[in-house]
């Protein structure tokens, strides 16, 4: 099953809008939760990461938000720009063994000018 | 420095065909990952390696054989191509730190 449920699907945002996509998990092993940035026939770039010691993460334009006793963490992207439009990935990894990457299913973010 | 690169880009199999999707990293790394792609599933991870000559199974294995004879290799086989293995395979590289994973640009296979 989806270790890590992401939604929505799919956004349209306008220029200069806020864009949320939200994620849940499960397994509180988790300890490690990363947001990548796909653009169309490329492969995913680690865009933020997030670990459960802060509620917040922000670099630029884009912020982590994280609720350890809910199980969630969410992407805000500020101000939003057309060249934000992409498919954004969640994703959670334990900190034990290899570290394998669990990813949400995507959301394809249109940011129309 | 070119970070991860896959080989082909893009291939078109018929059912019972086999193949190799070839990764080359050269930043050292010692982990090394195969997943796939697919609409609405996000990725899946097909098969990892922790270190030359070591690979492991990840969450959708079957179907699928790897190999790590080099440490900057990593190769995934399909020994008989089935139309469930159309998909698009990303393979990426991870050095020390969590943070420290990159992406190849992908492989996209199609299987008739």
């Known amino acids: 099953q989806q270790q890590v449920k992401q939604s929505p699907q799919s956004l349209i945002v306008q220029k200069g809008g806020i864009s949320i996509i939200n994620c849940a998990y499960e397994n509180t092993a988790f300890d490690y939760f990363p947001w990548y940035q796909q653009f169309p026939g490329k492969g995913p770039a680690l865009l933020i990461a997030i670990r459960p010691d802060v509620s917040e993460k922000k670099e630029g334009r884009f912020t982590i938000s994280f609720n350890k006793s809910a199980k969630q963490f969410s992407l805000h992207i500020m101000d939003s720009q057309p060249g934000d439009s992409a498919t954004y990935f969640c994703a959670a990894s334990k900190g034990t063994g290899a570290n394998n990457l669990f990813f949400g299913t995507g959301t394809r973010l249109t940011v129309i000018p | 420095n070119a970070g991860v690169t896959q080989t082909p880009k893009f291939r078109v199999l018929k059912t019972g065909q086999s193949m190799t999707l070839l990764c080359a990293q050269d930043m050292n790394h010692e982990y090394m990952y195969w997943y796939r792609q697919d609409p609405g599933m996000g990725l899946r991870l097909i098969h990892y390696?922790?270190?030359?000559?070591?690979?492991a199974k990840g969450e959708v294995p079957d179907g699928y054989n790897v190999s790590r004879l080099k440490k900057q290799n990593f190769l995934l086989g399909l020994e008989s191509a089935a139309p469930s293995q159309t998909s698009v395979y990303f393979c990426?590289?991870?050095?020390?730190?969590?943070?420290?994973?990159?992406f190849g640009p992908g492989t996209r296979l199609t299987v008739l």
């Open positions: 390696s922790v270190g030359e000559g070591t690979t």
């Open positions: 990426a590289s991870r050095g020390s730190g969590r943070e420290n994973e990159f």
